[in-house]
Nanobody, 123 residues
Framework: QVQLVESGGGLVQAGGSLRLSCAAS????????MGWFRQAPGKEREFVAA????????LYADSVKGRFAISRDNAKNTGYLQMNSLKPEDTAVYYC????????????????WGQGTQVTVSS
């Protein structure tokens, strides 16, 4: 089992920045990749970014490319999502997740999920 705890969400004005953290505990050595997803009210959960724990290969959704940056600190078993130039359409609950087997944009390939953190961007 892997436990994930997100933090860093909040209310920010358009154009501002936030950094989300995802602290992992438990059998973290079994994790291959970490991903961030988000879900806005009335919408399906969507992929935001993902990173491979080893080597740091990254994937981004087109909607956040150039504005968001995913990173990880292996020693701390923590992943981060730096969000810059935030827009009202970025408002959502953000979830981190880990996959044991693959770096992927698909939520179905992730095994463990955090509880989510709210990000609200005002215009």
């Amino acid at each position: 089992q892997v436990q994930l705890v997100e933090s860093g969400g909040g209310l920010v004005q358009a154009g501002g920045s936030l950094r989300l953290s995802c602290a992992a505990s438990g059998r973290t050595f079994s994790s291959y990749a970490m991903g961030w997803f988000r879900q806005a009210p009335g919408k399906e959960r969507e992929f935001v970014a993902a990173i491979r724990w080893s080597g740091g290969i990254t994937l981004y959704a087109d909607s956040v490319k150039g504005r968001f940056a995913i990173s990880r600190d292996n020693a701390k078993n923590t992943g981060y999502l730096q969000m810059n130039s935030l827009k009202p359409e970025d408002t959502a609950v953000y979830y981190c997740a880990t996959s044991r087997t693959i770096l992927s944009r698909s939520a179905t390939t992730y095994d463990y999920w955090g509880q989510g953190t709210q990000v609200t961007v005002s215009s």
